[in-house]
T-cell receptor, first 115, second 115 residues
Framework: AQKVTQAQTEISVVEKEDVTLDCVYE???????LFWYKQPPSGELVFLIR??????QNEISGRYSWNFQKSTSSFNFTITASQVVDSAVYFC????????????FGGGTRLMVKP | DAGVIQSPRHEVTEMGQEVTLRCKPI?????LFWYRQTMMRGLELLIY????????DSGMPEDRFSAKMPNASFSTLKIQPSEPRDSAVYFC?????????????FGEGSWLTVV
């Protein structure tokens, strides 16, 4: 079974729309960490956020916000008022205490923001 | 501060040739990772080192692949002989410690095409 599932392979929105990228994870560890990375068209992987399993507070950073819900094993990412520069592939990833600091990635969601 | 530095950024080689990818981790980081990204398999961990010692190489596809880390500031991933199916983006990444939840920072990737 996949440990990190990003069911949306591709999303297309028009600029200024809000968009939510879904991430569902699976682990038996009680201590684990969740990450989001952005891969713009230039190809590099850019770290966005890290969350540990004991902190379910939502986080907001500018137009970005993250909703962590242990009850549904989800760590969703919302972009408010999307911009063309947000166009990228976004990856959710899991690090389990039992696995050291290895990251397991989801399949990614390609977000296209049209002007 | 310099991030993870990879070279070459792009390489096109003929089947059967040896390919060497190079990586300089972030100074002071103790863990180094090699990931491969393909359309079919997404982001997969090939191998990771802690304090220059290979900890897990279970993701290395086959004997044609080898990785070394002779010192804390340099690592290589070698493919010999290369095959067209090795065409992918190879990412090197590093983190400060081998502890779950440590943020892993990625280089810009080496785009390999084997013809």
């Amino acid at each position: 079974a996949q440990k990190v599932t990003q069911a949306q392979t591709e999303i297309s929105v028009v600029e200024k729309e809000d968009v939510t990228l879904d991430c569902v994870y699976e682990t038996r560890d009680t201590t684990y960490y969740l990450f989001w990375y952005k891969q713009p068209p230039s190809g590099e992987l850019v770290f966005l956020i890290r969350r540990n399993s004991f902190d379910e507070q939502n986080e907001i950073s500018g137009r970005y916000s993250w909703n962590f819900q242990k009850s549904t094993s989800s760590f969703n990412f919302t972009i408010t008022a999307s911009q063309v520069v947000d166009s990228a592939v976004y990856f959710c990833a899991l690090s389990e205490e039992s696995a050291g600091n290895m990251l397991t990635f989801g399949g990614g969601t390609r977000l296209m923001v049209k002007p | 501060d310099a991030g993870v530095i990879q070279s070459p950024r792009h390489e096109v080689t003929e089947m059967g040739q040896e390919v060497t990818l190079r990586c300089k981790p972030i100074s002071g980081h103790n863990s180094l990772f090699w990931y491969r990204q393909t359309m079919m398999r997404g982001l997969e961990l090939l191998i990771y080192f802690n304090n220059n010692v290979p900890i897990d190489d279970s993701g290395m596809p086959e004997d044609r692949f080898s990785a070394k880390m002779p010192n804390a500031s340099f690592s290589t991933l070698k493919i010999q002989p290369s095959e067209p199916r090795d065409s992918a983006v190879y990412f090197c990444a590093s983190s400060a410690r081998q502890v779950a939840g440590n943020t892993i920072y990625f280089g810009e990737g080496s785009w390999l095409t084997v013809v």
